[in-house]
């Protein structure tokens, strides 16, 4: 059955536009679309409004101490470090994620008991309004490593934007039981379950759903069973190759990139400007047909430069 449109999501829409939901004309599916970046660089650039965040950032480099076996003025200052590092890194993310959502829009954000406090003060320093509001528990069902108590559930952070107001289900608890076990997935390490994803979709989406930092795209496999529209991006190419082909399509790029070849190396490299300088993406190809064909995109005349060739890449549509 795919998803209809909830009384939360229908008010959204007649809230900006002045109508009922049109999201979905004609009963159509809802588009997926998969970006290759930072989330940071894309989103001033897609013009996009989103009402739903569902998010998985990288929360282990926060914290990580708390399990360490150091001295206590160790564990102490790497706390400090970690955490003060994870969440100047993470405020700046949300300013821009909160740019391009709507006010009345919220968050899910996967975390765990050791980053729901730099988190929350993340949000704050972003300096956007928004705010960590309460805290939710994903029961994996079985449990993984820890002592003298090991460890079975993670956390989910709701997050709100200034404007939001909640008229949705009265009757949703704060605990989501999923079974996944602890250990390797096939898509990628932090892999979460696409039936969990779904749960969060359907009590939560409203209006486009973005997701920052997709990885191998369960969430967009969520959002496409369910009939909803997804952005996701990912700024690992070798990720986001999974996360492709999982949705049935190919990621996106910007023009802002080019592709290099050595000196003496017969592959071919995909390299993206930051703000940082030129980020070079660990996955290397074969030929720039395989780039071409991949990414949709077309990939302009040879130049000559100290460090090899290179050629400018103009995105497809």
């Not at 730099?118 to 509001?133: M, N, P, Q």
């Not at 790029?253 to 592959?267: I, N």
């Not at 993406?281 to 460090?307: K, Q, R």
Request: net charge negative.
């Amino acid at each position: 059955m795919s998803w209809q449109p909830s009384y939360l999501h229908q008010a959204a829409c007649a809230a900006v536009n002045g109508q009922g939901c049109n999201c979905f004309p004609n009963g159509s599916v809802a588009d997926q679309r998969l970006f290759l970046g930072s989330c940071v660089d894309v989103l001033p650039m897609l013009g996009s409004r989103y009402g739903f965040v569902l998010a998985d950032p990288p929360y282990s480099r926060a914290g990580a101490a708390h399990t360490s076996r150091t001295t206590s003025e160790g564990v102490h200052s790497a706390l400090s470090a970690g955490d003060q590092f994870w969440e100047h890194w993470f405020s700046e993310q949300w300013r821009v994620i909160a740019t391009v959502c709507e006010s009345w829009a919220c968050a899910m954000v996967f975390c765990d008991y050791r980053t729901i406090g730099a988190l929350e003060r993340a949000v704050a320093a972003s300096d956007s309004g928004w705010s960590v509001t309460q805290c939710a528990v994903w029961d994996r069902g079985s449990i993984g490593l820890g002592s003298p108590m090991r460890a079975r559930y993670e956390q989910i952070a709701f997050v709100r934007g200034p404007a939001f107001k909640w008229d949705g289900r009265k009757d949703i608890a704060n605990v989501f039981q999923c079974d996944w076990p602890y250990g390797s997935h096939p898509n990628h390490p932090s892999e979460k379950p696409v039936r969990l994803l779904k749960m969060l979709l359907e009590d939560f989406a409203h209006g486009r759903v973005l997701d920052p930092f997709c990885g191998s795209a369960s969430s967009g496999v969520a959002a496409k069973e369910l009939g909803i529209a997804w952005d996701g991006i990912e700024q690992d190419a070798s990720t986001i190759k999974i996360a492709a082909e999982r949705l049935g399509q190919r990621a996106r790029l910007f023009c802002d990139t080019v592709v290099r070849r050595r000196d003496g190396d017969s592959h071919v490299y995909l390299m993206n400007r930051q703000r940082r300088g030129w980020a070079e993406y660990a996955m290397p190809f074969g030929s720039v047909s395989e780039i071409e064909t991949f990414y949709n995109v077309s990939v302009g005349d040879w130049s000559h430069d100290d460090h090899g060739d290179v050629a400018p890449v103009v995105a497809g549509t």
